[in-house]
């Protein structure tokens, strides 16, 4: 589960220096809400071409590619148990279900400036809070012996509005999940942080990996997080962005021991309960740690960086 | 605004049948959810194909890109009366902002399979319900002579869950706006349509065009669908999907007058309010035609329409 990337207590005037020149260089859009922004081309393609990049590097995981919409059933975020952890996160989406004399009130309401929102009652969706979430019942069964590796690139959701620009409400996360016995997961999740390493290291990066832990909610979440940093289940790759000191993290990889294959009937050829790991990249983050490293303008970034992200085609 | 793709009375058996080969096929996979599918790798593959023909076929707007999340702030939901006329389409996304205690309530609530949406309060922002939103005010100024053309591929959603295949919860549009005189937008809504219908044409797809209307809800709401067809505002094209007798809708323009510019300070070089429009494709929709009227494998789709989706690359 990739339930968060980690929070970076940002050095304030770095923070809104750096939201306040991606803005007046339309790499982001003003949207009039806390982490919730537009993307302009540019920023865009940068997302882009190292999505592209992303899928060069990890040939030979030969993932299968799935994709899914913003949204889950609301039976899945139950079935994880996603509200005993991280209540504060969640995004439930609520519409109307009343009649026409219901409907004039509402619309009443939302003209006076008064809380609509407790008009409407919960549909069958949520906004996808971990890119992987949809994949694990879509695993179910038995494994092929070499296991599976699936990749998605997802929009997901956090209730955790901020003026700091890396804390989006909603962005990009590009995903690998692998299942299969523990040993061929966390060999490969041991590979990927290398792999990570070295591609952000070959695009100017300063990353640096770091034992993390989610952001579980309250005083019981403390105790889980200090269990999942004793046990070293999450990585994180962090990058400065908004803060040297605080460096932010772009990329983290999670072992989930058999958590969502027992939940989910994922089962190894034995029959037992197979074991997950996922990993993924804040694709907004990287653009961003690409921007603050070497600028807001693409155009001068080092040649190095440059062929990397937009390789001349061969003559 | 494309409020609306209208709806198709399916022929039930037909409608069922297709779905069962999109699943069969993994085209799309199940989710759970009425409405709610994820896309294979195929099924995608023609969505990203037909939208960088798109981008080819209307080179001549010069259209500017930009990109959104799925989710705009709720003051525009508000800003712009969605609720007036959509109240039963619209998602309002609602968190969790209580303390410990009340987290430890929710979380019972959830695993005894009550209601525990009621325990969350709404966010700020909602699910874009129409691609073009968060365009408006981004174009609040003085427009330059020519106008301005915007173009974004969005996550649209919709609360009408259903069994129809082509009735999606949570799809994509691909959309442009045009913000100008009001003889220049109406000029370039009918070239659209046009060059769409040619478009679609070219994909051997037997596409019509319509005049229509919104799904505006309640009584009130047919005084408002029948003016909006008398002043030929909405156009639709149809092609059949899950019913010969009742073809979808795949694509949709709407003229606005100058409704959005008022609303947000989009305004000519004379001053006065600018007239705006704008069309989109359903891509979900047009890859359903596609597969429903050519089969469920590209490879054996007719060569003419293979070679205008994935041109061979010249020797």
Same mark, same amino acid.
């Given at each position: 589960m990739v339930a968060s990337l980690a929070p970076a207590a940002a050095d304030h005037a770095e923070a809104e220096a750096f939201r306040a020149g991606m803005l007046a260089r339309g790499l982001l859009l003003p949207m009039g809400v806390p982490g919730l922004f537009g993307r302009g081309p540019v920023f865009e393609?940068? /997302?882009? @071409?190292?999505?592209?990049?992303?899928?060069?590097?990890? @040939?030979?995981?030969?993932? #299968?590619?799935? !994709?899914?919409?913003?949204?889950?059933? =609301?039976?899945?975020?139950? =079935?994880?148990?996603?509200?005993?952890?991280?209540?504060?996160?969640?995004?439930?989406? !609520?519409?109307?279900?009343?009649?026409?004399?219901?409907?004039?009130?509402?619309a009443e309401r939302a003209k006076a400036g008064g809380n609509w929102g407790e008009l409407l009652g919960p549909t069958d969706v949520v906004l996808t809070p971990a890119g992987c979430y949809p994949v694990y019942p879509w695993l179910a069964g038995t494994l092929p012996p070499q296991g599976r590796c699936v990749t998605?690139?997802?929009?997901?959701?956090?209730?955790?509005?901020?003026?700091?620009?890396?804390?989006? *409400?909603?962005?990009?996360?590009? #995903?690998?999940?692998?299942?299969?016995?523990?040993? *061929?997961?966390?060999?490969? =999740?041991?590979?990927?942080? *290398?792999?990570?390493?070295?591609?952000?290291?070959?695009?100017?990066?300063? +990353?640096?990996?770091?034992?993390?832990?989610?952001?579980?909610?309250? @005083?019981?979440?403390?105790?889980? +997080?200090?269990?999942?940093? #004793? *046990?070293?289940?999450?990585?994180? /790759?962090?990058?400065p962005v908004i803060s040297q000191r605080e460096p932010t993290a772009v990329?983290?990889?999670?072992?989930?021991?058999?958590?969502?294959?027992? /939940?989910?009937? /994922?089962?190894?050829?034995?029959? #037992?309960? +197979?074991?997950?790991?996922?990993?993924?990249?804040?694709?907004e983050r990287i653009a961003m740690a690409l921007f603050k490293t070497h600028g807001f303008e693409p155009a001068q970034w080092p040649p190095a960086v440059r062929e990397r992200l937009w390789p001349s085609v061969p003559a």
């Open positions: 393609d940068v /997302i882009e @071409r190292f999505n592209a990049l992303v899928s060069e590097v990890s @040939r030979e995981d030969h993932a #299968e590619w799935v !994709h899914f919409p913003p949204l889950i059933g =609301r039976h899945l975020l139950e =079935r994880v148990n996603y509200l005993d952890s991280f209540p504060h996160l969640c995004g439930s989406v !609520h519409s109307f279900f009343g009649d026409t004399l219901q409907a004039l009130a509402l998605l690139l997802s929009w997901v959701f956090r209730h955790e509005p901020s003026a700091e620009p890396t804390r989006l *409400q909603s962005f990009r996360m590009r #995903e690998f999940v692998r299942a299969g016995r523990a040993e *061929q997961v966390l060999e490969w =999740r041991e590979r990927w942080l *290398q792999r990570a390493l070295g591609l952000l290291g070959s695009l100017g990066l300063p +990353a640096e990996a770091s034992v993390a832990s989610d952001p579980f909610f309250g @005083r019981g979440g403390r105790l889980l +997080a200090s269990e999942q940093r #004793e *046990q070293k289940l999450k990585f994180e /790759i962090l990058v990329c983290s990889f999670n072992y989930h021991r058999d958590h969502f294959a027992s /939940i989910f009937g /994922i089962r190894s050829t034995d029959g #037992e309960s +197979a074991s997950t790991s996922c990993m993924g990249f804040g694709m």
